[in-house]
């Protein structure tokens, strides 16, 4: 037998049956407990209507354990007993009309979002008495129901070659938008929209940084800070790294600031450099002053650059070693920092002053015997390409085509190095328009 499927559109308002078949009121809303991947419904705010005016507006909570029947004329209850106290919303329920009904969620499928047009419900378990919120209606014909038109379409579709159909999105498939928290009254009897839910997005959570960026980027600014706040740290860094610059900015702007700190202090020094630049002069202090003196420092270093220069564009988060070291002890050296896989596309060799003097890949660098000193196969000081941190951003493109590299060491005017810039920031500074489509070069 068929799980009998149901649309919330066409079960709002009707009327609520004792089980002598008398009115006690309309069906107001659904509460559902969020656990699970389709959340059962807990219950149904009533609108009581004429049964008692001196409650006003007032909206009562009925357990779905009280309900004997779904019929397309109403609900019809196991017995005469009806809690008329004011409905209390719970942590961790959902009202499906108030909070989802023409609001936005996320299509962790397709991601992006989508609006509600109808949500869908399904009776399950022993005689159908197992009610959940089994998926969201995207699609044209979640509107023409709400409209009453359903017939209309259902008898176009019969005789014609149009097609209108429903377009349901699994409940497990989705993840609603967390707009702002609940104010407490909202615990205390309100029945409105509470369109600000906690939620947790571990569903989200899961998805590629890069995908979450992709969600992220098509929500409003308040949202997207709700949506980076949920995540792990680690995370939230990730995918702010995926974001355009103005709108790192907007998070960084609307996240509290020990959470925008946490996130900064995961990024590395460049990234965190750049996501700042996007920021008040205000707001980026305060942040910086959360941040590890050292990490500040790193980043205020680079801040002070202009953007459209080689020191704008480097990190000054590199592997530079002595020449005397052998390769073994480097590889050993190398294991003891374990650097992000973009510090490590070579290995720079300076003196004692900080002077660049040398480099080498580190497959050049794998492939030498243990022994060998870094002096004995680095390449020499006048061979190695390298850019000044005053070097225009166009120079620097022009040198990475050049020379195929996937990082540039840059100096100062003494020749000490300073920084590093990656092909992937190379690339991104060259065509700002494009960076959407970018891949991130990794090891």
């Not at 009707?14 to 002598?20: A, E, K, T, W």
């Not at 009202?95 to 009776?123: H, P, T």
């Not at 997207?224 to 995540?231: G, N, Q, W, Y």
């Amino acid at each position: 037998m068929a799980t009998p499927i149901y649309y919330l559109s066409q079960l709002i308002d009707l009327p609520v049956l004792d089980h002598q078949g008398e009115p006690v009121g309309r069906i107001g809303d659904f509460v559902v407990k969020l656990s699970g991947a389709y959340p059962p419904v807990a219950g149904v705010t009533l609108n009581l209507g004429r049964v008692d005016r001196s409650l006003g507006p007032r909206a009562t909570f009925m357990p779905w354990l009280q309900v004997a029947e779904v019929a397309a004329s109403g609900l019809t209850l196991a017995s005469t007993r009806l809690d008329l106290q004011r409905f209390r919303r719970r942590p961790g329920e959902l009202l499906v009309k108030a909070d989802l009904l023409d609001q936005q969620v996320i299509d962790l499928d397709g991601r992006k979002l989508v609006r509600v047009n109808d949500v869908q419900l399904v009776a399950a378990g022993p005689g159908g008495r197992d009610f959940r919120l089994a998926g969201i209606d995207v699609g044209a014909r979640g509107l023409f129901r709400r409209l009453d038109l359903d017939r209309f379409v259902g008898w176009l579709s019969a005789r014609t070659p149009i097609r209108v159909d429903d377009r349901v999105i699994p409940w497990e498939g989705v993840e609603p938008v967390d707009l702002a928290d609940l104010p407490a009254e909202a615990y205390e009897g309100a029945t409105g929209s509470s369109r600000g839910l906690r939620l947790t997005y571990e569903r989200l959570a899961a998805l590629h940084p890069a995908d979450v960026a992709e969600v992220v980027a098509q929500l409003a600014a308040p949202d997207r800070a709700a949506v980076m706040e949920s995540l792990d740290s680690e995370m939230a860094a990730e995918t702010l790294g995926e974001l355009e610059p103005e709108m790192q900015g907007d998070v960084l702007e609307y996240l509290p600031t020990s959470t925008a700190v946490d996130i900064l202090a995961e990024l590395p020094p460049d990234e965190a450099a750049d996501a700042l630049a996007e920021v008040s002069e205000e707001r980026a202090a305060e942040l910086l002053e959360g941040l590890d003196a050292e990490d500040a420092q790193a980043v205020r270093e680079l801040m002070a650059y202009a953007e459209d220069v080689a020191g704008g564009l480097m990190s000054n988060h590199y592997v530079a070693l002595e020449a005397h070291l052998t390769a073994e002890e480097t590889i050993q050296t190398l294991r003891e920092l374990r650097p992000p896989s973009e510090e490590i596309y070579y290995v720079y060799v300076v003196d004692d002053d900080g002077r660049l003097s040398g480099v080498l890949s580190l497959r050049d660098l794998i492939i030498s015997p243990p022994d060998t000193r870094l002096s004995e196969v680095v390449r020499d000081e006048s061979e190695v390409v390298r850019v000044s941190v005053d070097t225009p951003r166009d120079e620097v493109v022009q040198v990475f085509d050049k020379y195929n590299l996937l990082a540039l060491p840059v100096t100062d005017e003494e020749g000490r190095l300073v920084g590093v810039i990656t092909v992937d920031d190379a690339l991104g500074a060259a065509l700002p328009e494009e960076r959407e489509w970018l891949p991130r070069v990794r090891l």
